[in-house]
């Protein structure tokens, strides 16, 4: 009698055991769903920020933005079958409206500091360009050293405004800074007598002194020697290296020299075809 009852439960432990292992078998069994990535947006447009005010590179004119950096995204945004969307901005808080998602890039002759390397993604260079001091035609001034106690004007959070702090004996020899919103008001103040000069990038310099018909001239040597690039968000590399292979492919088949001979009569980028 006691061996049945022990063999009884002998056989309702086994069974136990038997369904528990089962159990945990069935559990290890079910396979784990797994979320899949989403997949990348396909990108249909490209908005472009700019200082509208920044001739030849982009400005209005006729109540049309236009430009060499205007015509260059219009040709890459052809190629890879974007709407170019132009937003014009404060250029002093520029990489303000690339990381608030205003804008998906900054192209408009802007310098690639050491700053802006360090905070954007940035294209490769496409040209190169100089920052230098401009004076009226008729002036009598004709070296930086001539400047001592004047007036020197310049646009507020431009790379001028950068080789000037960084250029410290010309600086403390100037009598006053005067700082604008753009370099047309700057320009405009130094026709008007009420500034001396104008720091500035000579690329926009030679097009006033060119183009414009404006009684200006070059003076001295530059203050600082640099290269244009195309700033983006620091995350997208994705949308940088496109554009990258879209200047490169531009390069190619002509087209940049084409854009460049039509603002400045010659080949002035620095995009090398593959």
Do not use: H
């Amino acid at each position: 009698m006691k061996q049945r009852r022990w063999l009884i439960l002998a056989l309702a432990a086994a069974l136990c055991m038997a369904l528990a292992a089962c159990g945990t078998t069935s559990s290890q069994a079910t396979p784990t769903p797994t979320a899949t990535p989403e997949p990348s947006p396909v990108r249909t447009s490209l908005i472009l920020g700019l200082d509208d005010s920044f001739p030849p590179m982009g400005y209005v004119e006729n109540g049309e933005i236009v430009g060499f950096d205007i015509d260059v995204a219009k040709a890459v945004c052809e190629l890879k079958g974007w709407e170019l969307k132009l937003q014009p901005i404060d250029w002093s808080a520029n990489e303000m409206e690339l990381n608030s998602g205003n804008i998906d890039c900054i192209w408009n002759g802007m310098t690639l500091t050491d700053a802006r390397l360090e905070t954007m993604s940035c294209s490769d260079p496409y040209m190169n360009n100089n920052q230098v001091v401009v004076v009226m035609a008729d002036s009598d001034y004709e070296t930086l050293a001539d400047l001592a106690g004047k007036k020197l004007a310049l646009q507020t959070g431009s790379s001028a405004e950068e080789a000037l702090n960084n250029n410290a004996d010309f600086k403390n020899s100037l009598g006053k800074v005067n700082t604008f919103e753009n370099n047309m008001l700057a320009m405009m103040d130094l026709e008007s007598g009420s500034s001396d000069a104008v720091l500035m990038d000579e690329i926009v310099a030679n097009y006033y002194i060119a183009n414009e018909g404006s009684p200006f001239k070059v003076i001295g040597e530059s203050l600082a020697s640099e290269e244009y690039g195309i700033g983006f968000r620091k995350a997208d590399t994705e949308l940088r290296d496109e554009v990258n292979a879209a200047l490169k492919e531009l390069a190619k088949n002509g087209k940049l020299a084409e854009i460049s001979t039509k603002w400045f009569g010659k080949d002035v980028t620095t995009i090398k075809a593959d």
